[in-house]
């Protein structure tokens, strides 16, 4: 583990980046990060209470508009397929991409939360502990297996022949099969595991290597390959219960006051702070010349490529959710729309 003092990030206005607004959707409610998936080619969102909707990412316009139910708990994109659970009808769809048409659909139980895809397994359930883990065929939605119990787990992360599953607030994780749910090996973590309520506390760093969030303000490090876990970093200050999330080779740590610690993800070496006394929320987006990051009231953030604050753009009176897709554009979940940006250099 390495710890050392960070350097805060100071304010400066140079930014060669334009930001352009593109087309706008509304969507009839409030934004939602979970009912929506971003691809370089696709946009789909949940909409209208009951609709999920696949947008052109260039120009807005509707390639189809199925109805789902009400606020899906997750949708998720997975090569050809597109895959749902809305909160009101315990029914896992699986669409066809190109055109929206219903490939298959399968029973889950009510308020089933994760939905994890690995290689060809569909992973359904253990949200807050309310249901078991079932495993789906991809390709047909047969049902593979089914815990006997219920299972209280973060959002689950696909690891080599299964998937990651820990229980927040306990220090221990598991690797599970994915054919049949067996245990395949298990880790002690240092300190307990982070309660992400909407999301994970896994990240994925290479094929075999995760790192964890832990404690208040600590990531431990898991490979398959060893027993042991170890801790990885520990930050300065208090970190958000979520994963790190990745930009342009460095891991980007949420903070719980906002901002973010910056990690270099092969030596743990601490990079710098960004702390811009704002909630951030969505993805750290890369840019030409550095990232874009948004804010809670609406703000899109400019870093420099070294994480200096360069710019602000007010985009909105508020952002729920900030997604990239290709490296010129993004998508901003306001107040009541979906917002297409484009970033010029």
């Given at each position: 583990?390495?710890?050392?003092r960070?350097?805060?990030?100071?304010?400066?206005?140079?930014?060669?980046?334009?930001?352009?607004?593109?087309?706008?959707?509304?969507?009839?409610?409030?934004?939602?990060a979970?009912?929506?998936?971003?691809?370089?080619?696709?946009?789909?969102?949940?909409?209208?209470?009951?609709?999920?909707?696949?947008?052109?990412?260039?120009?807005?316009?509707?390639?189809?508009?199925?109805?789902?139910?009400?606020?899906?708990?997750?949708?998720?994109?997975?090569?050809?397929?597109?895959?749902?659970?809305?909160?009101?009808?315990?029914?896992?769809?699986?669409?066809?991409?190109?055109?929206?048409?219903?490939?298959?659909?399968?029973?889950?139980?009510?308020?089933?939360?994760?939905?994890?895809?690995?290689?060809?397994v569909?992973?359904?359930?253990?949200?807050?502990?309310?249901?078991?883990?079932?495993?789906?065929?991809?390709?047909?939605?047969?049902?593979?297996?089914?815990?006997?119990?219920?299972?209280?787990?973060?959002?689950?992360?696909?690891?080599?022949?299964?998937?990651?599953?820990?229980?927040?607030?306990?220090?221990?994780?598991?690797?599970?099969?994915?054919?049949?749910?067996?245990?395949?090996?298990?880790?002690?973590?240092?300190?307990?595991?982070?309660?992400?309520?909407?999301?994970?506390?896994?990240?994925?760093?290479?094929?075999?290597?995760f790192?964890?969030?832990?404690?208040?303000?600590?990531?431990?490090?898991?490979?398959?390959?060893?027993?042991?876990?170890?801790?990885?970093?520990?930050?300065?200050?208090?970190?958000?219960?979520?994963?790190?999330?990745?930009?342009?080779?460095?891991?980007?740590?949420?903070?719980?006051?906002?901002?973010?610690?910056?990690?270099?993800?092969?030596?743990?070496?601490?990079?710098?702070?960004?702390?811009?006394?704002?909630?951030?929320?969505?993805?750290?987006?890369?840019?030409?010349?550095?990232?874009?990051?948004?804010?809670?009231?609406?703000?899109?953030?400019?870093?420099?490529?070294?994480?200096?604050?360069?710019?602000?753009?007010?985009?909105?009176?508020?952002?729920?959710?900030?997604?990239?897709a290709?490296?010129?554009?993004?998508f901003?979940?306001?107040?009541?729309a979906?917002?297409?940006?484009?970033?010029?250099?």
């Open positions: 583990m390495r710890r050392m960070l350097p805060t990030v100071m304010w400066s206005w140079w930014s060669d980046a334009v930001i352009e607004m593109g087309w706008e959707r509304p969507l009839h409610q409030r934004g939602v979970s009912g929506l998936a971003v691809t370089n080619g696709h946009v789909i969102v949940h909409e209208r209470s009951t609709r999920l909707v696949s947008l052109d990412p260039a120009d807005g316009s509707v390639r189809w508009d199925v109805p789902v139910g009400t606020w899906p708990r997750a949708v998720v994109v997975v090569g050809d397929r597109c895959l749902a659970i809305p909160q009101d009808n315990p029914r896992l769809s699986c669409l066809d991409l190109a055109t929206g048409q219903e490939i298959w659909s399968a029973d889950v139980p009510a308020v089933p939360g994760h939905l994890v895809v690995s290689a060809n569909v992973l359904v359930g253990g949200w807050r502990g309310y249901t078991p883990l079932r495993a789906f065929d991809l390709a047909t939605g047969q049902l593979r297996w089914e815990t006997e119990r219920r299972i209280d787990t973060v959002l689950p992360v696909p690891a080599g022949d299964g998937f990651l599953i820990g229980e927040p607030r306990d220090t221990r994780v598991r690797l599970i099969d994915r054919h049949d749910g067996r245990e395949l090996s298990a880790w002690q973590l240092p300190q307990p595991l982070a309660d992400n309520d909407a999301g994970s506390s896994i990240s994925t760093v290479g094929p075999d290597r790192l964890l969030r832990c404690g208040p303000r600590a990531l431990a490090e898991i490979v398959l390959s060893v027993d042991t876990a170890r801790e990885f970093v520990r930050a300065e200050t208090g970190l958000a219960a979520a994963a790190p999330g990745h930009a342009r080779g460095l891991l980007w740590l949420p903070e719980d006051r906002g901002g973010y610690t910056v990690v270099d993800p092969t030596a743990g070496r601490l990079q710098w702070r960004v702390d811009v006394g704002q909630r951030l929320v969505g993805d750290v987006v890369p840019t030409a010349d550095g990232f874009l990051v948004a804010s809670a009231s609406g703000t899109l953030l400019h870093l420099t490529s070294d994480g200096r604050l360069a710019k602000r753009t007010s985009v909105a009176r508020r952002i729920w959710g900030l997604r990239g290709a490296t010129d554009q993004l901003a979940l306001t107040k009541g979906l917002l297409a940006i484009t970033i010029r250099k």
